[in-house]
């Protein structure tokens, strides 16, 4: 029994709640309308089909930024959620259907890469990098963030890493041929042939942002998506009016050796940090010379009790013919580790 001033009341029909996060949807559609975006978008991106049917390349993309600012597992899970509230959801970007599912799988599986690279640039370059996509959690306006130096100076640090990922191995149909565009045999640290995709992300490491993300079949082509990262920074340092030499990257360990590192080292670029693995750099004259005088660091680990030294050689050639970076060998156990640090900054006196 309830309590005489409690009423129950039960209606015939199912009445859905609202997502919690289609008030986020709304904030994204008025962004890409105030800067213009999603105009650029519905001009500028084509995709020429046999059969475009009653939908625009827009209505794909709007159904994409959804399903990533959702938050939701599955694009299925997505679909259920927003169905009761397809026409308000597709209203606040001005459009009027939501495309059918299957009608999305279809466009996905017809899609080349010439309108993806269009968008992915249209993105960058009309909010000058500020618009930036988490696909896992949201969408926003970036800030230029606020690290400063002891001198007031503003610096921005940006990191790039490639990583390889192995499919799931649990028993499943045989996969589409659509399979052989995205992924191909490549060596992931175990054994060579295993099938994966790699993929090279840039983030902002102080605001968490994605600047940038290319992926490649197999191993991919990791100095050509090294250059791409590069211009995207390039891009982003022009529109927030940064000098290139207050932008730091930092590289995993991939591109170590002088062949990828030469290709970022150029006059004006951004200062650059990497975890060397050109070992025989330790035996140059210059380097030799300094690990045999007094460290300019010395650390002990609180509690493995490992000591480590720090020397610093400011100018060592990484090839016979340049470009010349600073190297500080890290020393522990009496191994050296080399790292390469372009500092721009620091060589013109800032």
Known sequence: MTHPSVHVQIAPTSVPSTPSWLGEVAVVAHVFSQLGLQKAIEERVRFARARMGDYEVIDFVVMLIGYAVSGERTLQAFYQRLLPFAEPFMALFGRANLPHPATLSRFLAALDQAPVEALRTLCAGRSGGAVCVRFSTWWGVGSPGKPLDRGGCRW???????????????????????????????????????????????????????????????????????????????????????????????????????????????????????????????????????????????????????????????????????????????????????????????????
């Not at 890493?161 to 175990?190: K, N």
Request: charged letters at 20%.
């Open 156 to 350: 921005h640090k940006t990191g790039s890493q490639t990583t390889g990922t192995s499919p799931d191995r649990r028993p499943r149909l045989a996969p589409h041929r659509r399979f052989e565009l995205v992924a191909a045999p490549a060596y992931l640290g175990r054994k060579r042939g295993e099938i994966a995709r790699t993929r090279t992300t840039v983030l902002q490491a102080h605001t968490h942002q994605w600047l940038g993300t290319f992926g490649n079949a197999g191993n991919g082509d990791y100095r050509g998506e090294l250059r791409r990262a590069r211009a995207v920074i390039s891009s982003y340092a022009s529109a927030l009016a940064l000098p290139l030499s207050h932008v730091l990257t930092r590289l995993d360990g991939l591109y170590g050796n002088a062949a990828p590192l030469a290709d970022l080292l150029t006059a004006g670029g951004p200062g650059v940090i990497v975890r060397g693995k050109d070992y025989h750099l330790l035996h140059l004259p210059a380097v030799s010379v300094r690990l045999r005088q007094p460290p300019d660091q010395q650390t002990r680990h609180p509690e493995s009790g490992t000591s480590r030294a720090l020397y610093d050689c400011l100018d060592i050639p990484l090839t016979p013919t340049g470009p010349r970076v600073r190297m500080p060998p890290f020393c522990a156990s009496g191994h050296c580790l080399p790292t390469f640090h372009r500092d721009d900054a620091q060589r013109h006196g800032l």
